[in-house]
């Protein structure tokens, strides 16, 4: 059984964790009755967190937003995801947050314990970052997008395609994923019927909330290699696939999810799908690898390519051995 206090702080962590709450579920995890479910959360509005019921055989309590941000419960390693993120957030690619970042990272870490303290420090110490180069997303609009992921609600907004074409779009978004240059989200177009990925970059203004949703089944369940596909071979005129007789995790630190997707066939050998706008540059890059490869699928052309550059290399090999 829990305390007072204890329980309070149980019944907030719940609260911060889901987005719903039916009072029996509540009562059920803090081991008291209904009752006492509803005295907590009076005494929790007492202290400012604003806390919703609705009634009903449905109904439930819900944790809202108030006139004032009321303290948040972190655990240990969520303390220092956040601390961490706040100090590489100057150099991301979130525009609009940096002199915010430094503010509340100031807050936080003044109130962090000393175990903690020391193993932000030791992370930021040990840790050097690079420009990503990649295009700048306002915080705002991966705010909305992530808070409707959240709450299964739709969302509307004009997007640029690689190709040029700009319309609307009417979505259920899952999940976004960053590739550590780029963001992107994986929904469910309304209008196409089909999952689509989206670059974020390309979305024109803040995207509009809708009517929530019942979530689908979605298209894959390794999203990040979903979107990995997606964006290194699904766009290109020319697509391959190979056979690549290295672990996944090998070719996975040469190859970045950006230009190629990359999984594992067994403990020795993996497959990647890859491609590109020109044939011609294809082999060349496969030129720059140390491992042996098989051609599964290729563009008509392809296998001829490698043929005609291996029997050049092969020449050129034998001539500079004489």
Known sequence: ????????????????????????????????????????????????????????????????????????????????????????????????????????????????PARLRHRVSALQTVTLTLGSGGPVVDSEVLTVIAAACRD????????GTHAGDVGERNVEPLRMVHTGRRWYLVAYDLGREDWRTFRVDRIDGVPAPGFRFTPRE????????????????????????????????????????????????DEHSCRIRTGSHDLDVIPFYLAQWDYDFVVEEAPPGLVERLARIAERFARAAAGSAS
């Open 1 to 112: 059984m829990y305390g007072t206090s204890e329980r309070l702080l149980r019944l907030l962590s719940l609260l911060q964790a889901r987005r719903d709450w039916p009072g029996p579920d509540l009562a059920e995890r803090l081991s008291v009755d209904v009752r006492t479910v509803r005295r907590d959360v009076e005494r929790l509005r007492g202290l400012g967190y604003p806390v919703h019921a609705t009634p009903g055989v449905a109904g439930g309590y819900r944790l809202g937003a108030g006139a004032a941000l009321p303290p948040l419960l972190l655990d240990d390693d969520e303390a220092v995801a956040v601390a961490v993120g706040l100090r590489t957030a100057a150099n991301g690619t979130v525009s609009g947050i940096e002199e915010t970042s430094v503010r509340a990272l100031a807050k936080l870490e003044q109130v962090l």
């Open 152 to 159: 299964h609600e739709r969302l509307r907004f004009t997007y």
């Open 218 to 265: 979605p298209p894959a369940a390794d999203l990040a290699a979903y979107v990995s596909r997606a964006i290194s071979a699904a766009p290109y005129a020319h697509q391959v696939v190979l056979r690549v007789a290295v672990p996944a995790s090998v070719l996975a630190e040469r190859v970045p999810p950006t230009a190629g997707a990359v999984e594992p066939v």
